[in-house]
């Protein structure tokens, strides 16, 4: 097959390097690609956000599947417009993507079919945004209607937060037509579980649980980012609520099929298990990030066989299962992010921290100028260690990351540490 991945981060590198593991891959292309893509694809200067690039790329390659990677393509219809032309797309289509592209679409069908999740309302003006504010309480989570490269969520500590973020969207602009409406919510409390399922036009595949890190610091402080580290599987997570949890992503594809909204590709839900079970706190419509780097490296089986069979509804015919061994990841990012960050920065040691047979080193945010791989994004490399236990697997992980360094680079030291405190 001639495989075409679209985007240009740590998620497509986790897939390209699956992908190229694959007999059946005979030429592995990424578009736009980065430093390490390169490494295992050729990469095309198309961004993953220009369809028409993406479409005339997909014609003078003639790729037989073209894996769809970020949200923005998906989102703009790049799906319908390959399976328009007859080609093979992984990722849904425009009008299932609204689960990601839309937070009010996504909540309103959750309320339609009784799917578990946060009490919340709608907005577009400020003042009834802050009086259901105070109808919770003054704590609340605040979410930018549409995409906003992750950093459209505030979870708001008291009612001045929860104002400002509000403000942030509806009066400063903050995130353009993507914050003219928001959505307001409850706090859940619990654990924070991320769910892939593999999804065709008859299948929902369980494919992995992960958990991710979204605070920039130790100890959760500071704020929300796209996440900082992750780790696959959840030892602490019993039989029952597993099943619960497969069960809440399942009704959320019936939901979608008796809208007549078909999905095809991998959905992502993200969920708090509270007390009460567990509760959706939001859908991705793509494979995540840094979730990918902790999914793929466990993958049992060949994943280019996985994502075409999900192409062509084939997914009933597959055994997809993930090795028993743990994995975790842990991201190195620039200085100051998720503000503002300068890039451009020589990285050093890549080569030593690629060198052990248990780790891989993933590049989210890099570029190669003039012979050398320098900085070229807020999260710009995620270090992915596995082995029997998430100990291992996580002294693994920082092993690789202690040979890598860059001016101003950033990274938590607890990613997984109370897991693998516990000896699981």
């Known amino acids: ?109 959750m309320v339609r079919h009784s799917i578990p999740t946060a009490r919340a309302e709608t907005f577009s003006e400020v003042g009834p945004a802050a009086v259901f504010v105070n109808d919770l309480g003054g704590r609340a989570v605040v979410k930018a209607d549409g995409l906003a490269a992750g950093k459209g969520v505030t979870v708001a500590s008291d009612r001045d937060m929860a104002v400002a973020a509000i403000e942030e969207c509806l009066v400063a602009g903050a995130f353009g037509e993507a914050g003219a409406r928001v959505v307001v919510e409850e706090v859940l409390e619990g654990p924070e579980v991320s769910a892939f399922a593999l999804v065709d036009a008859a299948s929902t595949v369980p494919l992995g649980l992960a958990q991710d890190f979204k605070r920039v610091g130790d100890d959760d402080t500071g704020p929300n980012t796209g996440g900082m580290g992750a780790y696959s599987p959840l030892p602490w997570l019993d039989p029952a609520m597993e099943s619960r949890i497969w069960e809440v992503v399942s009704s959320t594809v019936r939901a979608l099929r008796g809208e007549e909204i078909g999905y095809s590709g991998l959905l992502y839900t993200g969920l708090m298990l509270t007390r009460e079970g567990p509760k959706v706190l939001e859908y991705n419509c793509r494979f995540g990030d840094p979730e990918t780097q902790v999914v793929i490296p466990r993958l049992r ?55 052990s047979p248990d780790a891989a080193v993933f590049h989210s945010g890099t570029a190669e100028r003039e012979g050398r791989v320098v900085t070229d994004g807020g999260r710009v490399l995620a270090a992915t260690g596995w082995g029997p236990t998430v100990e291992d697997a996580r002294r693994r992980a920082y092993q690789a990351a202690s040979h890598i360094s860059f001016d101003g680079m950033i990274r938590r030291g607890d990613i997984a540490a109370r897991v693998a405190e516990e000896g699981r």
């Not at 075409?308 to 997809?320: H, I, M, S």
Request: net charge negative; glycine share 12%; charged share 25%.
């Open 1 to 109: 097959m001639r495989v075409l991945v679209v985007g240009g981060g740590g998620r497509e590198h986790a897939l390209c390097w699956g992908l190229a593991r694959s007999p059946l891959v005979e030429q592995l292309h990424a578009a736009p690609g980065n430093a390490g893509i390169a490494s295992v694809a050729m990469c095309h200067a198309a961004a993953a956000d220009d369809v028409d690039a993406q479409l005339q790329l997909v014609d003078e390659l003639d790729a037989d599947l073209v894996v769809i990677g970020p949200e923005a393509p998906l989102v703009a219809g790049l799906a319908d417009e390959l399976r328009a032309r007859g080609r093979r797309a992984f990722g849904p289509g425009r009008a299932a993507a609204r689960l990601e592209g839309s937070k009010v679409f996504a909540k309103d069908l």
């Open 301 to 355: 089986g060949d994943l280019a066989e996985m994502l075409d069979a999900c192409a062509t509804d084939r997914l009933a015919d597959q055994k997809v299962e993930l090795s028993e061994e743990a994995a975790v990841t842990v991201v190195l990012a620039s200085g100051g992010y998720p503000g503002p960050y300068e890039t451009g920065r020589p990285v050093g040691g890549l080569e030593a921290a690629e060198a």
